[in-house]
């Protein structure tokens, strides 16, 4: 009988290591929508940003210490919800958007939704989705577009009054790409864990010398990037795709 209750006492509990990466990454995408409030919109970015580290690490510790469970799952997805959905869409209100009236907080409504229905959309499919690319532009990715504008903005003083609308562009482009259809590389067919030349390793020094010299310009252009890889990549496979069906029906 003591076996079996102290069964159950364990079912009952959770894994406490990936679940506080996962309230850390939480708080930060809460301290981002505290941040924008008090005109902190720098820090509001950077704590997007650390948000998406956290977010990054949570996933794979629980692999590596076998510490997965459903509640972690759907814990991480309401996270990601908060700092990836809600917090970019404050942050670039507070910052550009409120000055616009109806239209900007309709483009930021615009990028929450867009959002929300991308993490319901993976989490439905991710039991059938191919791996190796997402379908649709991850959250992350479309919050790190979006904290990086902000940063961008704050760091070289950029005159709101005539750059209101380019970020309601690109606040609800980010949101369409979301529920999108755009193939996006998911970088897991990488292997990490297998051997690469010495190289490598002075070109990842390299990366991290060219971000550090203006880590907001430099992490806005690579997420913005990623974001347009997306239709080429799409169109890429499809152009592939009738040319392979046009191969065959010549056979």
């Known amino acids: 009988m003591t076996d079996i209750s102290s069964e159950k006492q364990k079912s009952k509990g959770i894994f406490l290591l990936p679940n506080l990466l996962t309230t850390a990454g939480l708080f930060s995408g809460f301290y981002a929508v505290i941040a924008s409030m008090n005109n902190q919109f720098e820090s509001a970015a950077v704590a997007i940003f650390i948000a998406m580290i956290f977010d990054a690490l949570d996933g794979r510790v629980a692999r590596m210490t076998n510490t997965q469970s459903a509640f972690g799952a759907e814990y991480d997805s309401m996270a990601d919800m908060v700092s990836f959905g809600i ?150 496979s499809i152009k592939e795709l009738k040319a392979k069906e046009a191969s065959d029906e010549n056979q």
């Open 87 to 236: 917090a970019p869409a404050l942050v670039a209100y507070n910052w550009a958007l409120a000055d616009l009236g109806k239209i900007g907080w309709l483009a930021a409504f615009i990028y929450t939704a867009g959002a929300a229905l991308r993490l319901a959309r993976f989490n439905t499919t991710v039991d059938t989705a191919d791996k190796r690319y997402f379908k649709g532009l991850a959250s992350p990715a479309a919050a790190a577009i979006v904290a990086g504008m902000v940063w961008v903005g704050t760091e070289y003083n950029i005159d709101l009054s005539s750059f209101g609308i380019v970020a309601t562009v690109i606040t609800v482009l980010c949101g369409l790409l979301m529920v999108s259809n755009f193939r996006y590389s998911s970088f897991k067919e990488v292997k990490w864990k297998q051997k690469v030349p010495f190289i490598s390793i002075l070109i990842i020094v390299l990366a991290f010398v060219v971000v550090a010299t203006e880590p907001a310009l430099v992490l806005f252009s690579i997420f913005s990037l990623y974001a347009i890889s997306g239709p080429i990549i799409t169109y890429r």
